[in-house]
């Protein structure tokens, strides 16, 4: 069965450091998501990708985030300059036509 | 995205059906009910959707009001791997151009136990 990747499992930082979380969706989908889940807290949309540009973002997703589809597989999340309160559980999610949302296993980001 | 409501928490014995309520008073003709689960700190798993008919999947039941008010997500036999937080969401659904995001609550933590 097709399944959502996501590497690393577990990225540790420096504050002020950049990372590049990185997905691969599942290879017919279309629509590409991306959301954190904070330790012990809801798990909250960040950004929704369609067509090679973002189509809805959330206030989360400030001028520090970006995402890029650099190839035909790869959906990435870059954080520019980390901070302490991005440490969380990233969840990558691919779906078809918008439906049913596949989500990857996620990667758990530590910012020291 | 209209609101929902879910109890905190449920258990339930293995092998017998669990009756997950939500209750979503304010939601719109366009409006579907979904409902994902997480097991511990995993990714959401997608298990059923329904605009106002009763679906079935190999996974679940979803039992939608009459007055599209309140849904119950049943598992008929659970077992132990269904320990979970279970999550309602109700959203429209957008065919073309992106969006569709999900709003996650704080969901039902469901315990099965033997």
């Known amino acids: 069965e097709p399944e959502v990747t996501q590497t690393p499992s577990h990225q540790v930082t420096q504050m002020g450091q950049e990372v590049i979380l990185r997905c691969v969706p599942i290879s017919n989908h279309l629509y590409f998501y991306w959301y954190r889940q904070i330790l012990g807290q809801k798990v909250e949309f960040l950004v929704s990708?369609?067509?090679?540009?973002?189509?809805?973002k959330s206030e989360i997703f400030d001028d520090q985030f970006s995402v890029e589809r650099p190839d035909g597989s790869n959906f990435t999340l870059k954080i520019r300059s980390t901070k302490l309160e991005d440490s969380a559980m990233y969840f990558c999610a691919s779906t078809a036509q918008g439906a049913e949302q596949f989500f990857g296993p996620g990667t758990r980001l530590t910012v020291l | 995205d209209a609101k929902t409501t879910q109890p905190t928490s449920m258990d339930c014995a293995e092998g017998r059906a669990a009756n997950l309520p939500c209750n979503h008073s304010t939601i719109s003709g366009n409006e579907y009910v979904y409902w994902y689960r997480q097991i511990h700190s995993q990714g959401p798993q997608y298990i059923i959707h329904?605009?106002?008919n009763n679906e079935t999947n190999e996974m679940a039941s979803l039992i939608i009001t009459e007055d599209r008010k309140s849904s119950t997500l049943i598992l008929p036999h659970a077992t132990l791997r269904d320990t979970a937080v279970y999550y309602c969401i109700v959203r429209a659904y957008i065919l073309t151009g992106g969006g569709n995001k999900l709003t996650f609550g704080t969901g039902t933590q469901l315990k099965v136990e033997l």
């Open positions: 329904g605009l106002k």
């Open positions: 990708f369609y067509n090679n540009e973002i189509s809805e």
